[in-house]
Structures are given as structure tokens and as C-alpha cells.
């Protein structure tokens, strides 16, 4: 999923925590219209589920959930370059033959110190973005979507995520 532009604002975000999707990140002012949305999937061979609504008119991320982890380690991510707050515009022209693309490619979960993050094997991030408070996207040089970063809980959303976790035997 590739980066079209960025736009100078960040997103104000609604962030869930549930037993059974891990987290949900909701940007309701990428909202525009209730129709015409995309969905971009990370699945990966465990069946870890990632999935990226994206609103078809704004080119704007609506909603990101993580449906599933079933792979996770323990591991630090630490991006040593710039990290500008933004709200990124999607290019949609990767959906042009239909409104779901899913992509196959091997990925690992990762825990670190109170945030949780995927990287598609095999990519070298070259940029990182911010794009709300608990989320970051991070990006390869040609400005595709190659894994995020969900970071920044308080100590109550992070026990209860990391608590659900541990019940379902993930960690």
C-alpha cells in the first residue's frame, strides 16, 4: 500500500481494546463519506490479520485493526531518523479491479516496551510517520505501507492488552 502524499496534520484517533481484536484505531475525521471504502489486509502465514480501511473520496486511513495475532516476539523497535506527524493520502489506484487487496507476504508481531509492532520480512524502513498518538506508519523508500507501530499506552490500556494476550496463550 503505497503513500501518495502527506498531508501536515495528524489524525485524532479512537483506540479499542478488545479480547478478541487485539486493538482498533478508528481516525473518524478520515471519515468522509460512509461509502466507496477500501480495504488493505496483511495476512501472514500464522494468521496474523492486519487490516487498513481506507475511504475511497478523502484517500485517508478510516481505520486500522489488528484482527489477530498469532506470532508475536519479544523485540524493540528503534527508528533513528525523522518522524513527522502527518495524515497520510493512500493511492487508490492499487484498487482498481476491486475494493479488497490482501497481502501474503511474511511478517512477524513484535512487543516491546508498552507498543506492539509488525514489519513485512525482508524491508528495510527508510521512514516512519506519525500518524496519531498510538499509531505509526512505517515505510520502505518507494513509500509503501511495509509494517506499523502501535505505541503510547497508558499503563491501564497496556495491561489489558498485554493481559489479553497472555490469556489467549500469544505470549
Known amino acids: 500500500m503505497k503513500v501518495e502524499k502527506l498531508e501536515n496534520?495528524?489524525?485524532?484517533?479512537?483506540?479499542?481494546?478488545?479480547y478478541y481484536v487485539p486493538v482498533s484505531?478508528?481516525?473518524p475525521e478520515n471519515d468522509l463519506e460512509?461509502?466507496?471504502l477500501y480495504y488493505y489486509r496483511f495476512i501472514n502465514k500464522e494468521y496474523s490479520f492486519v487490516e487498513f480501511k481506507i475511504n475511497s473520496v478523502s484517500k485517508k486511513i478510516v481505520n486500522v485493526t489488528v484482527t489477530s495475532i498469532n506470532d508475536i516476539q519479544n523485540s524493540d523497535f528503534i527508528f533513528n531518523g525523522n518522524i513527522p506527524e502527518a495524515n497520510p493520502i493512500i493511492n487508490?489506484?492499487?484498487f482498481e479491479y476491486g475494493d479488497v487487496i490482501t497481502n501474503n507476504r511474511s511478517f512477524?508481531?513484535?512487543i516491546g516496551e508498552k507498543k506492539i509492532f509488525f514489519i513485512l520480512d525482508d524491508e528495510e524502513?527508510?521512514?516512519?510517520?506519525?500518524?496519531?498518538n498510538h499509531f505509526f506508519a512505517l515505510l520502505n523508500r518507494e513509500n509503501d505501507i511495509v509494517g506499523a507501530q502501535i505505541a503510547n499506552f497508558n499503563d491501564e490500556d497496556w495491561n489489558v492488552l498485554v493481559g489479553n494476550l497472555k490469556e489467549a496463550g500469544k505470549i
Do not use: C, L, Q
Open 9 to 18: 496534520s495528524i489524525s485524532k484517533e479512537e483506540m479499542e481494546i478488545d
Open 25 to 27: 484505531i478508528s481516525f
Open 34 to 36: 460512509a461509502e466507496g
Open 92 to 94: 487508490i489506484y492499487e
Open 108 to 110: 512477524k508481531f513484535y
Open 125 to 132: 524502513i527508510s521512514a516512519m510517520i506519525m500518524i496519531s
